[in-house]
Each structure stands twice: as C-alpha cells, then as structure tokens.
C-alpha cells in the first residue's frame, strides 16, 4: 500500500487507476460499498486502485472550533484500504488551495491531469470543488468530457436510515457500541503511544496502558471490556477506563487499558485499543477500597463479555 499526495505526484504505475472518492473517516460499511466497487473496477478492467480521502477533515478546516469528533487517523484508513484490497490511499490535504478550486477544476486539473484517473466511484451524496458547487451530476458529466468514467453507489441502509459517519458518532456518544460496531463492522478502535502516567493503577494492583484521546471522538465515559492490539501484531483481552478519572485530582481524560494476565513494558509503544463492550458509566468513589472492590467487578464483567 503506497500513501500518496498530489505534491508528491502521482508515480506512472498508478496513472490510470480507479479512484475511490470520499472522506472516509471510519470506513463503515457505506465507504466499504464505494470503495468495494472501485476495487471490483479495478479488477475487471485490470487498472489499480487508489482510495482518496481528505485531511484535516473539511469540517475541520471550516470549523476549527468543533469538538473531537474523528473516527480514524490517516494510518487507520490507510490500513483499513489496503486490508479491503486498494492499491494506494491518495490523501487530499484540504487546504486554501484545494478550497478554492472550482469543480471543473476538480474534475479536470487534478482527476483527469495530476492524478490521470480512468474512474471515479463515489457515494451518491457526494460534492466538491469551492462552495461545494459539484455533485455526482457534475462529476459524470465532466468526467465523461475528459475520459474519467464516473459512477455512484447508492447509499447502504440500516432500519431504512443511511449509514453514516454522524450515526456513529451518535451511537458512541451515548454508548451503544452495538449499533456503532454494527455500522463499522468492526469495534470502534483508539490507537496511540502508551505515555508514561502517574502509576496509580498499577498501586491498585491494575497497571494500566495510558493513551490521550487528541482528536478522536469521545465515546461516553466508563468503563469498556476491550482487545488491545500491541505493536508486535499480539492481541490481549482487557478492560479500560475512558473519561477523567474523577475520584482522583485533578481531572485527567485518558484511556487506561488493563491488559489480562499481561507483564511486560508497553512505555513509547503504539498499541490499539478496541472497545468491544460498554460496562458501567464511570463513578467518583469515597474510598480507594471501594474503587478497587468495583474493579474488581469491572474485570469479572469484561471477562465474561470478551468469553
């Protein structure tokens, strides 16, 4: 899998490709779809395949204020697309430049000359160029100007709702990792450098792997049964703490992921951590006694979800 920019240029085994177009931040099973049929194009008429996404996330860039709310980094996605059989991930940085560009230009400029796309699969909701003053009407009339062939994919219905990013982040949000496991069709997972903490898990008798969440979209505070993933490729079943910590002061919002039957050092390793089960909403507590009695409970409760 290459990661690929338009200021690094587009390498001459890749011109001609099928290119899927989207943000794709979480890759559910709507992008799945459009990405999915870009990959078949690529197949049957023997052309690679690139999966396009934008970063920062155009909301982002319009709204720099807004709340975390991002399901994926670039390495997730990246991985995710070469997992689902892409070629390359071409990454659009979403910059003054591209905010200005026209459609046309979109279409002409940077598809058709700077990336030498043969095709295009995209949502049917799909829009782009300044103001966003493109949609899939426009995409396939241009491209059908300019040799791109352009194709939509209807919209991937759950309950007769369209899948989407915004649902997920809902679903998380309130903690129903069912329905957002479900729309992903994977656990929500949270990856990061473990940062060295102040320990007290581990005086608690439950050493705990500390991530900070950045830019990812808060699930509701608690406690979680979870698969953490080491960097060596090793899964571990475990359970972690997600929110402030309000029994202690001052407040801190981490990740605590308690690796089961686990002894090893994980300081200044990328892990991920995939949150497999809600468990409680987390609680300030009067006593570390009874803190460590909940956890406890909390570990017998992960245990028996992770069976």
Known sequence: ??????????????????????????????????????????????????????????????????????????????????????????????DEMLRSTSAEDFVVELLGKRIGAAGVVTGDDFTFGKQRGGNVELLRTLGAEHGIAAETVAPVLLDGTRISSGRIREALAAGDLATATHLLSRDYTIAGTVQ????????????????????????????????????????????????????FDPPQELLEAHLFDFDGGLYGRRIDVALHGFIREELKFDSLDALIDEMRRDEAAARKLLA
Request: hydrophobic share 35%; aromatic share 10%; glycine share 12%.
């Open 1 to 94: 899998m290459q990661r690929l920019s338009l200021a690094g240029g587009i390498p001459d085994d890749l011109r001609g490709s099928i290119v899927a177009l989207g943000n794709f931040d979480g890759f559910h099973l709507g992008h799945q779809a459009v990405a999915g049929r870009a990959i078949q194009r690529g197949f049957h008429e023997r052309r690679p395949v690139i999966v396009a996404t934008f970063d920062p996330h155009p909301v982002r860039y319009f709204k720099p204020d807004l709340p975390p709310f991002r399901l994926t980094t670039l390495d997730q996605r990246e991985e995710l697309f070469a997992h689902a059989g892409a070629d390359a991930m071409l990454v659009f940085e979403f």
């Open 196 to 247: 060295r903490g102040d320990q007290r898990g581990r005086e608690l008798g439950y050493p705990t792997a500390n991530l900070t969440m950045g830019d990812y979209q808060r699930p509701k505070y608690g406690i979680y049964a979870v698969r953490v993933t080491l960097d060596d490729g090793s899964e571990h079943p475990g359970v972690a703490s997600l929110g402030i910590r309000p029994t």
